[in-house]
């Protein structure tokens, strides 16, 4: 909701496509979900830090040419426009205003930094919770049961009779076959 909140209006560029985007809650979540897996989220950062051309941070902003000839911003909360919002869907068309948002700035390195850091640690906690229960349902004695020791040193006695801890490449299959 964040990432939505913040940068939900800028315009795409580079990495930041249809695909990857925060326009929507949906879109958000799949984006933060991919990154969570340490898929390509510096190149989405770094697209969303790169300035557009003629780029429009609020709604009310537009375009003007004055008398020089020169586009300039122009913000003005009582422009016409801004009774139709941003185009976001396709049902919002024709009635509405393309998103041409800037880029992000320093924000979206504080924002994708942490969401990394949490994550990460998160995952790496789960990941060794995990291992330590699977540690602490089992016991030695499940591990491995007497008899399958006996035969165990029974067979490797067959393929290792002077007991050099060793035994030929070419006996592997046949000893694991036993």
């Not at 003629?54 to 009582?78: G, H």
């Not at 139709?84 to 396709?90: K, V």
Request: proline share 3%; glycine share 6%.
């Amino acid at each position: 909701v964040c990432g939505v909140q913040l940068y939900g209006t800028i315009a795409f560029q580079g990495e930041l496509n249809e695909q990857a985007n925060f326009r929507s809650v949906g879109n958000a979540m799949l984006l933060l979900l991919r990154f969570s897996t340490g898929e390509g989220w510096m190149s989405v950062m770094y697209a969303m830090i790169e300035e557009r051309e003629n780029c429009c941070q609020d709604i009310w902003c537009c375009q003007k040419e004055d008398t020089i000839l020169e586009k300039q911003k122009v913000c003005d909360p009582n422009m016409e426009h801004v009774e139709s919002p941003w185009c976001l869907q396709e049902e919002d068309y024709p009635s509405c205003t393309e998103v041409n948002g800037c880029g992000a700035g320093a924000s979206v390195y504080i924002y994708f930094y942490s969401f990394t850091m949490i994550v990460s640690n998160v995952i790496i906690n789960m990941v060794v919770a995990v291992v330590l229960s699977a540690f602490e349902a089992s016991d030695e004695g499940d591990l491995l049961d007497p008899a399958d020791l006996e035969h165990f040193v029974r067979v490797w006695a067959e393929f290792d009779p002077d007991a050099t801890w060793f035994i030929n490449a070419c006996d592997v299959q046949k000893f694991l076959s036993k």
